[in-house]
């Protein structure tokens, strides 16, 4: 466990990865945040090919605050992040994403509701960076569910606040994730009791996916993370609901008709749509389908137990 002694108030963590071309909006935005408390930004280049350091430096001078990571060492946006809290010095830490873009007060109406809270979610808008009026994945509220552990509420990555020395305590993301990693923390600091508490004047600006292939690849993932925390989380699912319920949800039935022909018509009906935003909802619900039913599970994988509410939730194997 990292030995803290911080000596600012906040730290922005922001993991990069080939952002090049978007970086610098993120950056610009930060640049007019007005607050009277000390802070820094630290950018997590998680190996990066183009130009995505050239673009740090170049605002070296506009953001004195300003810290370029060498977070190339593991790959993948929870090892970014972790790596990026190792370096932070600030007292909290607060998450957004290379390719989005804060509001003028998110940094502090993000630090006004950790006067009050060790762990917060800000608000999505969808409207600054995208031509489309509304996309598949879009979600305003600082807080989500999910249908089989509805108790505990999440929050996106993109736009997460926590105490440093709780997300030490909980060991910060979970590097084998590569999909729900974000709601694989939430989870974890509730189960250690601290509730997650919601910020809506805290916004960011998100930045859709817009090819087809992109949506695919994005949605399969979120399909892919539920199938994850299903198996990570599934003793807590089945203490909190039916196991009726819990076998459905968890484990698609293998064999049979049923789901080929799910998917067939799931194709079918993709091919079938005739405009780029139905296409675009299509592809996402279906892709969600396909990532539950054969994104990559590591069944021996430590799974989360009920624990005493002052522990992070045990680990059982």
Same mark, same amino acid.
């Given at each position: 466990?990292?030995?803290?002694?911080?000596?600012?108030?906040?730290?922005?963590?922001?993991?990069?990865?080939?952002?090049q071309k978007t970086l610098g909006e993120q950056l610009a935005a930060l640049a007019r945040q007005r607050v009277p408390f000390a802070w820094e930004i630290l950018v997590c280049d998680n190996g990066s090919k183009d130009g995505t350091s050239d673009v740090v430096r170049s605002w070296e001078q506009s953001l004195p605050n300003l810290m370029l990571v060498d977070a190339s060492a593991r790959p993948g946006p929870s090892a970014a992040r972790n790596i990026g809290a190792d370096h932070a010095r600030g007292k909290a830490l607060l998450?957004?994403?290379?390719?989005?873009?804060?509001?003028?007060?998110?940094?502090? =109406?993000?630090?006004?509701?950790?006067?009050?809270? +060790?762990? @917060?979610?800000?608000? *999505? !808008?969808? $409207?600054? &960076?995208?031509?489309?009026?509304?996309?598949?994945?879009?979600?305003?509220?600082?807080?989500?569910?999910?249908?089989?552990?509805?108790?505990?509420?999440?929050?996106?990555?993109?736009?997460?606040?926590?105490?440093?020395?709780?997300?030490?305590?909980?060991?910060?993301?979970?590097?084998?994730?590569?999909?729900?990693?974000?709601?694989?923390?939430?989870?974890?600091?509730?189960? =250690?009791?601290?509730?997650?508490?919601?910020?809506? +004047?805290? @916004?960011?600006?998100? *930045? !859709?996916? $817009?090819? &087809?292939?992109?949506?695919?690849?994005?949605?399969?993932?979120?399909?892919?993370?539920?199938?994850?925390?299903?198996?990570?989380?599934?003793?807590?699912?089945?203490?909190?609901?039916?196991?009726?319920?819990?076998?459905?949800?968890?484990?698609?039935?293998?064999?049979?008709?049923?789901?080929?022909?799910?998917?067939?018509?799931?194709?079918?009906?993709?091919?079938?749509?005739?405009?780029?935003?139905?296409?675009?909802?299509?592809? +996402?619900?279906?892709?969600?389908?396909?990532?539950?039913?054969?994104?990559?599970?590591?069944?021996?994988?430590?799974?989360?137990?009920?624990?005493?509410?002052?522990?992070?939730?045990?680990?059982?194997?």
């Amino acid at each position: 466990m990292i030995q803290r002694a911080p000596t600012l108030d906040t730290s922005v963590i922001i993991p990069a990865f080939n952002a090049q071309k978007t970086l610098g909006e993120q950056l610009a935005a930060l640049a007019r945040q007005r607050v009277p408390f000390a802070w820094e930004i630290l950018v997590c280049d998680n190996g990066s090919k183009d130009g995505t350091s050239d673009v740090v430096r170049s605002w070296e001078q506009s953001l004195p605050n300003l810290m370029l990571v060498d977070a190339s060492a593991r790959p993948g946006p929870s090892a970014a992040r972790n790596i990026g809290a190792d370096h932070a010095r600030g007292k909290a830490l607060l998450f957004c994403d290379a390719d989005d873009v804060v509001n003028d007060d998110w940094l502090s =109406a993000m630090h006004a509701a950790l006067q009050s809270a +060790d762990f @917060v979610a800000g608000g *999505r !808008r969808y $409207t600054l &960076l995208n031509k489309a009026t509304a996309g598949p994945a879009d979600w305003t509220e600082p807080l989500f569910t999910k249908s089989f552990l509805p108790q505990l509420p999440a929050g996106s990555g993109s736009n997460l606040g926590v105490d440093a020395e709780l997300f030490d305590r909980v060991g910060g993301f979970d590097e084998s994730m590569r999909a729900a990693e974000d709601i694989d923390l939430c989870w974890r600091v509730q189960l =250690a009791g601290y509730p997650l508490v919601a910020q809506p +004047d805290a @916004v960011i600006q998100m *930045r !859709r996916r $817009t090819g &087809l292939w992109e949506i695919f690849r994005q949605s399969y993932s979120y399909g892919a993370g539920d199938r994850i925390l299903l198996h990570k989380y599934a003793v807590i699912i089945a203490s909190r609901s039916s196991r009726q319920t819990f076998v459905r949800t968890a484990e698609p039935p293998d064999g049979g008709t049923s789901e080929p022909a799910r998917i067939r018509r799931a194709a079918h009906n993709v091919v079938g749509r005739r405009f780029p935003s139905d296409l675009a909802f299509a592809v +996402d619900r279906y892709a969600r389908r396909l990532g539950l039913r054969f994104g990559r599970v590591d069944r021996s994988a430590p799974r989360v137990t009920l624990g005493p509410p002052s522990t992070s939730g045990a680990l059982d194997a």
